[in-house]
């Protein structure tokens, strides 16, 4: 209780900051920090600088990056939307099947995004379980629409929202709510002021990956939706299809893509990288 | 009893409150009148918490009924349990929770806008609550900015700016560091003895049921095994539990004139006559311990073995195995004096005016 020095950080035996190094892990650390940062590099010294402005000035060009943009962004608002709710579902309930229920809806986190296309085909395309019948009582067809593109980028990028919420909804103290209930606060009062923006930090970082993910979409994305400049085009699909005809289209195009990674990483510093 | 300023309102709390869990049941009734204090005070996993639980509907009751005033809360025999939105309650949580994302203003407002109040008129009975625990300069402050103290009278505003039926705070000064208790304990008894309500509160310490209730129940294992004023509790133990929490040596025995033939093996003269089984109280400090067969003035000597040795604030606080058992208060300078240790024998010794003794069957007492 008199201990003066309580505040001081407490030193033992043992505690002693500086690590004993085997020297052996610096060669496979070095050659793997290469094989990871040697493409990124090899990128920037092969981007044809001088041309940029006219590889990335074209109006196909700024169609393709609109097109990403808008699809990657609308398919956020829809994961947000419909996967906040499954992440509370998971997070707050315990019922029979959360196991399983968790393990399909995470599964688009390993799929192979072309087999994720496969699937979506099957259901949503014209012959599809769904999409069969939105064909005959609507006349709606959905593959290869701007429509599907954001289909196929939810289906892909949801899960990575579901899982960052529901990590964040299990930091927030479910006696909260009951603190709420004493106060006269309904369910819903409860869930709209004081479970949502205790939860807002999580969602955005959520969103952060999923839009990030869904603007990377190519396999899901092209299987389903197809490659249509215009309204099906996304960037990944325009650099891949560019590779063939003119290569320096497509590093210009990686670069871009390579920018807005950047940029998305810089943002989560704060969350991700503080180790 | 602090008597409420106006009791205008009928709000009294008459409850049974039946919670079973797995190897273990809660079985206890209360009652506080309008504007009353009841303090719950027990040890650890007593049940206290689950008993509050109960009262504000989050923990669901196996039998039992809970009335406020007219209202009833809860009743097994017709089925009747009001969601805890829908109780007038007030509950000060241990760790306060404080939503984190909202400022002292806006966390005491939160309880009136969630039951529809206009925006413009909850901020100003927020701003007067604020006021009235001397916050008004924290009001745009978040938790986290807040002091531990400044926490609590948070909570307090925010659990009473509803102006509720019922209040329970659970633990409400455990959080706090010993010097900010102090404080914080006053302040709390004066908005208590403004409050026309009725209040329970839970504790497992005995100088907040003191201080702030005028009527303590002591909870062991789920049951009463104690009720009366703080004065009863402390002056007539019952249990060895209550008369350890209040630092006194509590022995039971069969009283012949003056003459008390303790359960437990040994006598003791005593001051007072009974003819019953009887409760015999002896302070720590009033005994005295000797390395020698005494001759002193004391009616009652008897030799034990120190089994351990404790700080107890400013004196050392001796167990003495008897029998009969005892724990004993000397000073450091007597203790050196004594050159006593842990495993040594002594002599004990304590004068018949200096224990107190009082009938063991409650229902006999004036």
Redesign the interface.
Known sequence: MTDVAADRPRRHLGSERSPRVPYGLFVPAAIGTAFLVLPLVGLLIRTPWRQLPRLLGGPDVRTALRLSLETATAATVIAIVLGVPIAWVLARLTFRGRAMLRALITLPLVLPPVAGGIALLLAYGRRGVVGGWLLKVFGISLPFTTAAVVVAETFVAMPFLIVSVEGALRGV?I??D??????????W??FR??TL??L?PGIAAGAVLCWARALGEFGATITFAGSYPGTTETMPVRVYLSLQDDPDAAIALSLVLLLVSVAILAGLRERWLRA | MSAPATDTRDSALDARLVVQRERWQLDIEVFVPAGGVLALLGPNGAGKTTALAAL?G?EPAARGHVRVGPTLWDDHATGVRL?????S???V?QDY?L????TARENIA??L???GWDKHEAGRVADSWLARVGLSDRAQRRPAHLSGGQAQRVALA??LA?APDLL?LDEPLAALDAGTRMSVRSDLRSHLSEFTGATVLVTHDPLDALILADQVAVIEDGRLVQTGTPHEITRKPRTRYVAQLVGLNLLAGHADGTHVSLQEGGELQVAESHHSDVFVVARPTSVTVHRATPHGSSRNVWSGVINNVERHGDLVRLAVTGPPDMVVDITPDAMADLQLAAGESVWLSVKATDLTVYLASADSEA
């Open positions: 103290d006696r909260y009951h603190a709420a209930a004493t106060l006269g606060a309904s369910r009062f409860t002021h004081v923006p205790m807002a | 504000a989050l969601a805890t939105e829908r109780r309650l007030g509950v949580f929770l939503f984190p994302t909202m939160f309880g806008l969630a039951k925010r659990a509803g329970l």
